[in-house]
């Protein structure tokens, strides 16, 4: 039996380029601004630079990175689209809620997550870019669950002991 999975996906950029007519935008190949997956099926593109990153070492970022932290610029939604493999986009979201956390169901690479209730909040994963995006990271959340084997460093970073207040 096949699995019905059209309500697993992040279409929203779908809906939001036909409300905004952003299909129409011009190709960006600049690799500061696109990035993708470890297969490559997945493709993405900013029409604007990313304005703010962050480290965050809660621990569903330790679980789904397998690593201390996750380094993550925060964007606009309505900056980014993908260009390519939106049906290999898989969106998985905790039962207690929070950001849906959107990865490649193919290779497994964690791309970006959102807020279901508001797709203008966008956190998209550092190392998905091609190239060097120019925004450096600013401020570690969650620095209290950080893990035993990995201190937070000590890199005068503002730190957070839980999530960062709106901004
Ligand atoms: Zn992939
Ligand atoms: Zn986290």
Redesign the pocket.
Known sequence: MERDTRNDRCCFWREAEAREGMAHFPRVTDPSMTG???????RFELTEPAPAANYCHCTRCQRRTGTGSSAQARIDGRTFRLTQ?EE?VQAWRHPDGGFEKCF??????HLFSRNPDDPTQMSLRMGAFDGDPGVRPSWRTYVEYAAAWEPVPDDGLERFAEGRPRF
Do not use: K, S, T, W
């Open positions: 993708g997956c470890l297969c490559g099926g997945v493999g290999l490649c169901r193919e290779c497994g690479a």
